[in-house]
């Protein structure tokens, strides 16, 4: 009584829909049969209520007696309901409609597709254009690692001091989780933090906009922007950008941010210093930089 309750079995979908259009037909069927049974009633009482009773029986349309073209009438109806049911309804019934109205959906997807790709793309292979002096600067392992929690996975000084050196005086982009892992903003630079989040609150100079778009035209009055992470911004930024300062850390390391891979068919390497591991530093590494072809 208080067992577990069984499981009702589960009827797959095709089956259940076949089940369905077999009761469908059913109906049909059951209902042409009691059409055809009154109306062989109908016809018989008809003719003994004429030829018997006497109904009507010099009433005659267009010289025929007048049940002769009430059985007619009937009888038109009647093969009106056998070709609808065995016609209409098995080749123009539900699947048939559904299946033409899948047609016309799917033929106005592909005019929808077809408008966007001829009037949308355009606009936005037009409208993406490298800024003159934006600058991607970032610090990678062998494997494009950036970070993990939120944290950088290694420190290197000279690295810190080349990122102030050439950041100084300038507008920063970064995602919101790159500024937060900031205990205070950075001194003597301009922060542009992209977040979705609605009033997301930032210490005062510090600007916040929706996207990499928004955060480019804040910066525009400086001459040299630069954009410093996390891996999403970076990757937003890419088509944007006309040079990428690049410290390659010559070591593999556990992360779950990466820097988007170079593509060296638009970029070229026009400088490279390498500055070996020592007391400061526990890894070798190399200051790159790419100029967009």
């Known amino acids: 009584m208080f067992g577990k309750k069984q499981k009702k079995p589960q009827i ?4 259940f829909a076949l089940i369905e259009n077999a009761q469908r037909r059913v109906k049909q069927k059951k209902k042409l049969y009691i059409h055809f049974v009154i109306f062989l009633i109908g016809a018989v009482f008809l003719i003994l209520a004429n030829t018997v009773l006497g109904i009507g029986k010099d009433f005659k349309i267009l010289g025929l007696n007048w049940f002769v073209i009430a059985i007619a009438a009937w009888l038109f109806f009647f093969l009106y309901h056998v070709f609808n049911v065995f016609v209409t309804n098995k080749f123009m019934g539900k699947d048939w409609e559904k299946a033409q109205i899948e047609k016309l959906v799917t033929k106005q997807q592909n005019k929808i597709s077809e408008l966007k790709n001829s009037l949308i793309e355009p606009i936005k292979k037009t409208t993406i254009k490298p800024h003159k002096n934006l600058t991607m600067i970032v610090a990678v392992g062998e494997n494009n690692e950036i ?6 996975i290694w420190h290197l000084r000279d690295d810190l001091k080349r990122f102030k050196s050439l950041t100084s005086g300038h507008h920063i982009i970064m995602g919101r989780k790159t500024f937060e892992s900031f205990p205070k903003p950075l001194p003597n630079r301009t922060h542009i933090v992209i977040s979705r989040q609605p009033n997301y609150q930032v210490p005062e100079g510090v600007l916040v906009v929706n996207s990499i778009e ?4 804040a910066a525009s009055s400086d001459d040299q922007p630069f ?3 996390g891996g999403e911004i970076y990757k937003q930024g890419m088509p944007y950008t006309s040079k990428i300062e690049l410290t390659r850390v010559h070591s593999t390391f556990a992360a779950d941010t990466f820097f988007p891979e170079i593509n060296m068919k638009k970029w070229k390497e026009i400088s490279s210093k390498v500055h070996d591991n020592d007391e400061n530093h526990n890894h070798a590494f190399s200051f790159l930089t790419y100029e967009r072809l």
């Open 12 to 15: 797959d979908q095709e089956q």
């Open 214 to 217: 928004d955060a480019i035209d």
């Open 227 to 229: 954009i410093i992470g």
């Open 147 to 152: 970070g993990k929690n939120n944290k950088l």
